[in-house]
């Protein structure tokens, strides 16, 4: 009997012991959930605080951009007649106002013909459902002009 007791005493023993070991290992496994989220909040916070860096960057002034593009504009027409040196300061100060103004003077210059295209595509497909209408009506009236003469042309016969 002393046996049974001394080996459910240990048995008891190693299950406690296997139950501390599972809480334990239960618990590092909450920690690092607990540390991988924290990781987690923080990049974010950080790729959040990069992104508003970046608008705040980008963000200038309307009034200071359409001024740098108009000085641009004013350096490509000098550029287009020749005078090259002039050009160039234009495009000097524009970029001094606005570091990416050629950048954006030519996105603003796409979006510009974009919408122009757009536009023309827009005519040309308005000026063919007229002209269709136009040649809907030309049949209906070569129709009619026809069905008129073959009325008259067996009118006569029938005389």
Not at 27 to 42: C, D, K, R
Not at 84 to 107: F, G, I, M, N, S
Request: with cysteine.
């Amino acid at each position: 009997r002393e046996r049974e007791r001394k080996s459910l005493r240990e048995c008891r023993s190693r299950k406690k012991k296997l139950r501390l070991q599972l809480q334990g290992h239960e618990f590092q496994q909450f920690l690092q959930g607990q540390q991988q989220q924290q990781q987690q909040a923080q990049q974010q916070q950080q790729q959040q605080s990069h992104q508003q860096q970046q608008e705040q960057e980008q963000a200038v002034d309307v009034a200071v951009l359409e001024e740098a593009m108009l000085i641009h504009r004013q350096g490509e027409e000098l550029e287009g007649e020749g005078r090259l040196e002039e050009a160039l300061l234009c495009y000097r100060q524009a970029t001094r106002l606005v570091p990416d103004v050629d950048q954006r003077y030519a996105q603003w210059t796409r979006h510009r013909h974009q919408q122009e295209l757009q536009q023309l595509r827009q005519q040309a497909e308005q000026q063919q459902q007229q002209q269709q209408g136009q040649g809907q009506a030309l049949e209906q009236q070569l129709s009619l002009l026809s069905n008129v003469h073959c009325q008259r042309v067996a009118g006569y016969k029938v005389k």
